[in-house]
T-cell receptor
Framework: AQSVTQLGSHVSVSEGALVLLRCNYSSSVPPYLFWYVQYPNQGLQLLLKYTTGATLVKGINGFEAEFKKSETSFHLTKPSAHMSDAAEYFCAVSDHGETSGSRLTFGEGTQLTVNP | DAGVTQSPTHLIKTRGQQVTLRCSPKSGHDTVSWYQQALGQGPQFIFQYYEEEERQRGNFPDRFSGHQFPNYSSELNVNALLLGDSALYLC???????????FGPGTRLTVL
């Protein structure tokens, strides 16, 4: 069974500072990993994903994440925070199969606050 | 190109009632998944539909049922509503079997 742990339910940074949101996963198959962002009263928007290949993946809005198999981690980073980055961020792992489809297992989320 | 759409946006029901939520997938997608997001928590997988059949199911009681239509749209039905069913219900669409899931804006269900 898949599981995701997001370390830190709340993270606060200053505008212009580095953003680091932590995600560790457990998976019985080679994982597909995702980061989604959720703004208040909205659905989830895909930031980036890792399936195979290059372990450093770049997403929208300047975010990137690195898949580290040895550490079972997929941390999300952004060099310089912007006020508009304030939102809830969810890390997810996919239980996937060619005949069974896929389901996402989400972490509990990290609320990012950006201070002026 | 329209993304995933859901209706209604908000819904208020009382305990014991039944509710139907609707989802239209992104153009070109053939698979629909449903998730429940309780306040302050991450989304929980309910089930996934492809070719009008339920393909995977999460740990939800039989009160939760679904349907997929030939045009790939889907419904989520919840019977005998409980207070604990109050949540944001998210629909996601994708291409079978393992494509990235794209989410709709959700339906906020309140059970009184």
């Amino acid at each position: 069974a898949q599981s995701v742990t997001q370390l830190g339910s709340h993270v606060s940074v200053s505008e212009g500072a580095l953003v680091l949101l932590r995600c560790n996963y457990s998976s019985s198959v080679p994982p597909y990993l995702f980061w989604y962002v959720q703004y208040p009263n909205q659905g989830l928007q895909l930031l980036l994903k890792y399936t195979t290949g290059a372990t450093l993946v770049k997403g929208i809005n300047g975010f990137e994440a690195e898949f580290k198999k040895s550490e079972t981690s997929f941390h999300l980073t952004k060099p310089s925070a912007h006020m508009s980055d304030a939102a809830e961020y969810f890390c997810a792992v996919s239980d996937h199969g060619e005949t069974s489809g896929s389901r996402l297992t989400f972490g509990e989320g990290t609320q990012l606050t950006v201070n002026p | 190109d329209a993304g995933v759409t859901q209706s209604p946006t908000h819904l208020i029901k009382t305990r014991g009632q039944q509710v139907t939520l609707r989802c239209s997938p992104k153009s070109g997608h053939d698979t629909v998944s449903w998730y429940q997001q309780a306040l302050g928590q991450g989304p929980q997988f309910i089930f996934q539909y492809y070719e009008e059949e339920e393909r995977q199911r999460g740990n939800f009681p039989d009160r939760f049922s679904g349907h997929q239509f030939p045009n790939y749209s889907s419904e989520l039905n919840v019977n005998a509503l409980l207070l604990g069913d109050s949540a944001l219900y998210l629909c996601a669409s994708s291409l079978w079997p393992t494509d990235t899931q794209y989410f709709g804006p959700g339906t906020r269900l309140t059970v009184l």
